[in-house]
């Protein structure tokens, strides 16, 4: 007699079960979200419907955030009590997601397995390919409430934001200075620290900033990929053809409010405010010399370490400043690009220019504080600066007699000249 074994029925749980197992196996992701056509597996499917409803279930006790999914709020938790359980085994850095760390190792690894379908460019995340396909397909979903512009990711929608609220959450903790964005803070930071964890593999040198050692291997590979649509000239970085662009409109969009000069970037606006206040907040260690800009600051260690990187290929003279090179290489070349608009009298440099263009406009921006009289260029003020305070900064070797500027020093050291040779 065959006995017949009876297999008990499999519930619609253990089915779940089974079927959740198989696909994360697989990597499949069978359930698609009806709004945008994204796929997910069904538990994370429920999280994202949440995301277009605007629901938010799960709020965080600490600061009233609220979140539609609780792995957010348990992600965002982590902000508050500081923990990184995840660690690069590579550089030792830590993320407060597992996620994050597997974004992060392919920075080590230089893996992009994000291809764009469009254009075949290549991405470490799936969330930075998203954000170029919508470069192609023109589409900006998120929308500033406040001044309705539009924008292709949320976190730029959230960046952007802080503009209008002016809310700056990230704090230095060595001086207190605040940021809105982290990447901002964590930049700033490396300035106390010294720590630059760039380092170009040609020369060695380091960058607090990953994107400036890529500005920097393009100097040694003479990459320029950003071009200007009006004359043709190409840059290194976006940022300095954003700078280039503006001479073709004469856009001079920041003004000072102390005397009305316009200057075409906020920077120099801000290193031309310290001209009236008289702040000079970037100090050498060596000498103790203090500057109104940090760039000031940095050539003029280079007095201290005998530094010169810049050299004519011509002659093989040496510059600390690139811009000095540029400008000694016209001395070979001849070239004199800046022309005057008035007189179509041609300089070699643009300050030259510019000290030419006062003879046609008559104007004198640089007045004396103390007695009110104007001048053409700030040199001039300088030097009469100095019969208020009675310094005369230039000194006579042989008698001692001191000058307020140096061709007063030159003149009188002839006479000693005529005494000496002629007595």
């Known amino acids: 007699m065959k006995i017949k074994t009876m297999v008990p029925p499999i519930s619609a749980h ?30 994370h499917l429920r ?16 600061c009233g955030k609220s979140f539609p999914q609780k792995g957010a709020l348990d992600t965002h938790i982590k902000m508050h009590t500081g923990e990184k359980p995840f660690s690069c085994t590579m550089c030792g850095r ?32 799936k969330s930075n390919m998203n954000a170029h396909m919508r470069a192609h397909t023109g589409e900006k979903s998120f929308s500033c409430t406040i001044c309705g512009k539009s924008f292709t990711a949320k976190n730029r929608l959230n960046f952007h934001i802080r503009n209008h609220t002016g809310k700056k959450p990230f704090e230095c903790v060595f001086c207190g200075k605040s940021f809105t964005f982290k990447s901002g803070l964590d930049d700033h930071i490396r300035t106390h620290t010294g720590e630059k964890p760039f380092s170009c593999l040609i020369c060695g040198k380091g ?5 400036r050692l890529t500005y920097h291997i393009r100097t040694h590979t003479g990459e ?20 280039h662009s503006i001479i073709h409109t004469g856009e001079n969009p920041f003004t000072c409010l102390s005397c009305g000069k316009s200057y075409t970037f906020k920077s120099a606006l801000k290193r031309h405010i310290r001209t009236h206040t008289g702040e000079k907040p970037f100090e050498c260690v060596s000498c103790g010399k203090s500057f109104t800009s940090k760039s000031d600051l940095d050539q003029h260690y280079k007095i201290h ?10 002659c093989g003279k040496g510059f600390i400043k690139k811009l000095g090179l540029t400008h000694h290489i016209r001395t070979h070349t001849g070239e004199k690009p800046f022309k005057c608009v ?19 406009t008559g104007e004198k921006p640089f007045t004396c504080l103390s007695c009110g009289r104007n001048f053409t260029f700030k040199s001039a003020l300088n030097r009469h600066t100095m019969i208020h305070t009675g310094k005369k900064p230039f000194s ?17 050291m002839t006479n000693h000249a005529r005494k000496i040779f002629h007595p």
């Open 14 to 43: 253990r089915q779940q079960l089974v079927l959740k197992q198989e696909t994360e196996d697989t990597g499949e992701k069978p359930f698609p979200c009806l709004t945008c056509g994204e796929s997910f597996l069904k538990d």
């Open 47 to 62: 999280g994202h419907m949440r995301t277009h409803t605007g629901r938010q279930i799960y709020e965080c006790l600490t």
């Open 94 to 125: 830590s993320f407060n997601i597992k996620s994050k760390l597997t974004d992060h190792i392919r920075t080590h690894t230089g893996e992009k397995p994000f291809s764009c379908t469009i254009c075949g460019k290549s991405f470490s995340t």
């Open 207 to 211: 960058f607090i900033k990953k994107c």
């Open 224 to 243: 320029k990929p950003f071009e200007c649509v009006s004359c043709g000239e190409s840059f290194i970085d976006k940022c300095t053809l954003n700078r």
């Open 305 to 314: 370490t005998g530094e010169k990187p810049f050299s004519c290929m011509i």
């Open 342 to 360: 008035s007189c179509e009298k041609r300089f070699t440099y643009k300050c030259a220019l510019n000290r030419h263009m006062v003879i046609h």
């Open 396 to 412: 006579c070797v042989i008698c001692g007699n001191g000058f307020t500027t140096k061709n007063s020093l030159i003149s009188h």
